[in-house]
């Protein structure tokens, strides 16, 4: 049986390779080829694709722009005075592929939800060129918007992870599978690309806490951790096949952090990898003490994203603002450099006030480090995005551009937050 795994394009008004990897189906990719199966990759997102006609220019860390191409807005976004793009290889060179490839099955991955024109565009495309071609649709967008994805045309759609895919293989999509596989029995298959050099990985699932305006708790009702040695055979695997820089999508990785961050990357430091490591996700900033610093500088560490959010005390408890001057502190005193540090603030959140966000911002600009802007983004199975949810009948509509300058603010403003914090991290830039 011919296998082939696919990520596909992206529909956004912006996407930056920040180590963007769809690291869901190098795992499925894995469980499949532990199991005798023969896959290969369509990844529409590869910044170094055979595919693409021209070579993208490569940014710090292995970071980068990817591939685009303007396109028209949807409906109910032409109010936004922004371009929207199409990002990654190609339609056509897909088609092509597909053509040739005479593959029985394609394994469609997702991620956002509001990203699902790409998934869209792959089964249009495989319904022309390859019309025998069974198509199994799974990833974060069916397991958070599983009526919406069943209705684009997939022959199987599936809204769990790794833990029921065997029952689902076997049982509901008529592929065969013999041996059943936990997380912590694969890799995922990296070794699919050709020419790429970065990668993400997972040390833990879920998360101990309860944001309104998450999903994870959805997606991974239980917190696990992996144990250090399947991390570190993960890295000894990513090692041996020439990747540079590594990211961590954990989504809590420093919680409980005595029995796991610290013990994890003391051994991490020990083995003196040549790689480096990237905290893309954003600490929590109450996590980040002088002892997570200096383990963060012994690591050979990139980027660190600390999750400021706010500095405003409208979210109770002890102030945020401490929290934040304090970890900022204690990776400046473990010396690292300060454009390394990117705080992310949120836009759009329910308490929050224009002056919030001008506060939190002019304080970083004091602080000295880079910020970054998240917009907030409903997320369906949220109380955020339920209490918003006549917004909400399109999916496209939870872009995390979208609703703060639609329903929070309005474009105006939002975009001069986006130029106060352009000119600030310039600035920056310029000390450097
Ligand atoms: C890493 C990550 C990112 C990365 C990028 C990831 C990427 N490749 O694009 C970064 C840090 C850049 C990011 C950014 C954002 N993210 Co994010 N992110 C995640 C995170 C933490 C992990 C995703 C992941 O890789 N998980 C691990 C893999 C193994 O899981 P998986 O992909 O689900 O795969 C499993 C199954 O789905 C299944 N599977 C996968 N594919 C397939 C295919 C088939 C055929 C089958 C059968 C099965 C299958 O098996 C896999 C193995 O178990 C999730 C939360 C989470 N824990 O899932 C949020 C999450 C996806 N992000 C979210 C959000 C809101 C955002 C932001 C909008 C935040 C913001 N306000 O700025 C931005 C937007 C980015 C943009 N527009 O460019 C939301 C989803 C939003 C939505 N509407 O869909 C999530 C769910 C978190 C949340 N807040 O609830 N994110
Ligand atoms: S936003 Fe972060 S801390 Fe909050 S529930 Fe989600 S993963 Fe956990």
Redo the contacts with the bound molecule.
């Keep these: 049986m011919r296998i082939l795994l696919v990520n596909p394009p992206v529909y ?1 008004f912006s ?1 930056f390779d ?1 180590w ?6 190098l ?2 990719g894995s469980y499949l080829k532990n199991n005798g199966y023969d896959v290969e990759l369509f990844d529409f997102m590869d910044r170094y694709s055979e595919y693409l006609s021209r070579r993208l220019k490569e940014k710090k860390f292995g970071t980068g722009n990817f591939n685009k191409v303007k396109i028209d807005k949807p409906i109910g976004m032409r109010t936004i005075d922004r371009p929207y793009y199409r990002y990654g290889v190609s339609r056509e060179k897909f088609a092509e592929k597909i053509k040739i490839g005479n593959y029985d099955c394609i ?3 997702s ?4 990203w699902y024109q790409g998934v869209q565009e792959v089964i249009e495309t495989v319904r022309k060129e390859s019309p025998e071609t069974k198509i ?6 069916p ?2 918007l599983y009526e919406h994805a069943s209705s684009l045309n997939a022959d199987k759609v ?1 809204n769990g ?2 833990k029921g ?1 065997f029952e ?1 293989c076997n049982n509901e999509a008529g592929i065969k599978l013999e041996k059943r596989f936990g997380y912590q029995d694969i890799v995922p298959l990296y070794e699919l690309y050709r020419g790429n050099k970065s990668a ?1 990985i ?1 040390t833990q699932l879920g998360c101990n806490f309860k944001c309104t ?4 708790n959805k ?2 009702p239980k917190y696990e951790r992996f144990s250090p040695d399947y991390v570190l055979k993960q890295l000894d695997y990513l090692k041996g096949i020439g990747i540079e820089d590594v990211a961590f ?1 954990d ?1 809590a990785i420093l919680f409980e952090k005595e029995s796991h961050f610290i013990p994890l990357m003391k051994r991490i430091i020990e083995k003196k990898y040549p790689m480096r490591f990237h905290f ?2 954003g600490f929590h900033s109450r996590f980040v003490d002088d002892e997570v610093a200096r383990i963060i500088k012994a690591l050979n560490t990139g980027i660190i994203a600390l999750s400021v959010e706010t500095i405003s005390d409208k979210t109770g408890g002890k102030s945020q603002k401490e929290l934040t001057d304090r970890a900022i502190e204690a990776l400046f005193n473990a010396g690292i450099e300060n454009w390394n540090i990117y705080a992310y603030i949120m836009i759009g959140m329910e308490e929050e006030s224009l002056e919030d966000v001008i506060l939190t911002v002019e304080h970083l600009r004091k602080k000295q480090v880079r910020i970054l802007i ?4 409903p ?2 199975h ?1 109380p955020f995005y339920e209490k918003n949810r006549q917004y909400l009948r399109e999916p496209l509509l ?1 872009n ?1 551009n979208v609703y703060s300058s639609l329903f929070k603010y309005d474009f105006e403003t939002v975009q001069g937050i986006k130029s106060l914090v352009k000119k600030i991290n310039r600035e920056l830039n310029e000390k450097q």
């Design positions: 956004d996407c920040f963007l990897k769809p690291l869901g189906i795992y499925i394994f469609l991955t991620m956002m939800t509001y199994i649709l799974g990833g974060v967008y397991r958070l599936y992870d790794i895919f689902f993400a997972l305006y998450c999903a994870v997606l991974y999508y989504d893309s996700n998240n917009e907030v983004s997320v369906p949220t939870s995390n």
